[in-house]
């Protein structure tokens, strides 16, 4: 079938009966027979897809859904687009790989890319075409910020995720990853993070985010404080599978402001909040920093493909030949992708539509801030999380949050869940996604959260 953004298939969710459908489940079954046990997503999604048009779904069941996972972010201007689709299809016939050799295309994603840097860095930076994925880019940064230094620790903070790779990992904070994994990279220090709703040094919300940052500085200053002067601090300004917790302004400040003075490379990864998430190309614009190194993957191209980058200070660059390579790092289909999605946010002011779709989600979901059991309605641009938890104890509500992603799922609403005890509901749409889908899809969730929260024992 002929898919196109105004397709009869694609105007609405609509699911047909009990998830998952019959076509459904025997390929979730089969997968389970061959796949790896470490598979995620359909486990609380089960659903096997057919095919994608902006942003909607349609499973092999006939059943169509709203997509606010968007493959976890990489899909800015959501499936198949028609212009990114024709930019990728006429690349294919030219060039497909190219290692590092230069290309006129890859010359012009690099241009692209480097004009999306605040006026102030693009002239400074240099770009590194890593592996294909967030966590490769992020192993880069490190290995650069180490050799540049000659320092071997690094700081990392509490609630952040860098990627499933070894070194990755060792800088993530989630634990169930790391638990099972021995002989982790060595030298690495968590400190606490501005999550001022569930402080980390249990204190107020007023206090929270200047003290985290305080420790910070004082424990780097410190001669007794334990910590040798790191190699690099690195930091999501949105913390994305954390559970979608921005960083507060003046602890962002602060730990820029303690690492300039120390001399200490600053890695902002922008994996997930990067290229117009949050309203503006990186997230780091909006907290008055400049990082040393940035992290970009996901959305680089714009419509899947993978293509990861470090943008960094030129006097970093004291690498030699090959010390960080990747065999795919010349994807030209991404870079056609890529190019083309940065003159399509452009000339659509993507941006601005990022800004008045949060705010429109922003106003539509707020009044669930009123319910005991959501703790907190977070989010900047279209990067939201709505977090659960008991209302008595104060516990993270993971299983509560689960039902609700479940119960979006059976209405036509595709979500993700994230945070501690993954009760935080995540919500990552299209950059590109209309008002009218926004507002049936935080209807769906605004009903399913009442609903779950309505079949709470005692409610």
Avoid at 13 to 42: F, H, I, K, N
Avoid at 93 to 117: I, N
Wanted: charged residues 20%.
């Amino acid at each position: 079938m002929s898919v196109t953004p105004d397709s009869d298939t694609f105007r609405g969710p609509r699911v047909a009966g009990p998830l998952p459908g019959p076509a459904s489940a025997r390929m979730l079954a089969r997968q389970e027979d061959v796949e790896s046990s470490a598979r995620t997503y359909p486990r609380h999604l089960p659903i096997a897809i057919e095919e994608a048009s902006g942003s909607f779904v349609r499973d092999v069941d006939g059943n169509v859904f709203i997509d606010f996972l968007a493959g976890a972010g990489v899909l800015s201007l959501g499936h198949n687009h028609p212009e990114l689709t024709e930019a990728v299809t006429d690349q294919l016939a030219r060039l497909t790989h190219g290692l590092d050799f230069p290309t006129p295309l890859k010359e012009e994603f690099t241009e692209t890319a480097l004009s999306t840097l605040p006026a102030s860095l693009r002239d400074s930076m240099r770009v590194h075409f890593c592996g294909p994925t967030g966590a490769n880019a992020v192993e880069a940064a490190i290995k650069l910020c180490k050799t540049a230094t000659g320092r071997g620790d690094v700081v990392s903070f509490q609630g952040g995720f860098h990627g499933s790779t070894a070194g990755a990992m060792a800088l993530t904070g989630l634990l169930e990853q790391k638990e099972p994994v021995s002989n982790q990279m060595p030298g690495v220090h968590f400190f606490p993070y501005s999550y001022c709703s569930r402080c980390p040094l249990g204190l107020t919300p007023e206090t929270c985010s200047t003290n985290c940052a305080t420790y910070l500085d004082r424990s780097l200053h410190d001669s007794n404080g334990g910590v040798p002067r790191p190699a690099a601090v690195i930091l999501e300004m949105v913390q994305g599978e954390g559970g979608v917790i921005p960083a507060t302004p003046e602890f962002a400040r602060r730990v820029g402001r303690v690492a300039h003075e120390l001399g200490i490379p600053l890695i902002v990864d922008e994996v997930q909040a990067g290229y117009g998430r949050t309203g503006t190309w990186f997230a780091f614009e909006q907290y008055d920093l400049e990082p040393d190194v940035i992290v970009a993957s996901k959305a680089l191209s714009g419509i899947g493909l993978p293509v990861a980058v470090i943008f960094y200070r030129k006097s970093l660059d004291v690498w030699a030949p090959g010390a960080h390579t990747g065999t795919f790092r010349g994807n030209q289909l991404a870079f056609a992708a890529g190019t083309a999605a940065v003159r399509i946010m452009r000339r659509d002011d993507v941006l601005g539509n990022v800004r008045a779709r949060g705010d429109q989600i922003a106003s539509l979901l707020q009044p669930l801030a009123g319910s005991p059991w959501v703790r907190e309605v977070r989010g900047r641009g279209l990067m939201w999380g709505i977090e659960m938890a008991d209302p008595v104890s104060g516990a993270p509500a993971g299983d509560l949050a689960r039902r609700i992603q479940h119960t979006a799922l059976q209405h036509g609403l595709i979500l993700e869940c994230g945070g501690r005890q993954d009760c935080v509901v995540r919500l990552l749409p299209p950059l590109n996604v209309t008002e009218e889908v926004v507002a049936t899809a935080c209807a769906i969730l605004r009903d399913a959260i009442t609903e779950e929260i309505a079949a709470q024992p005692g409610a």
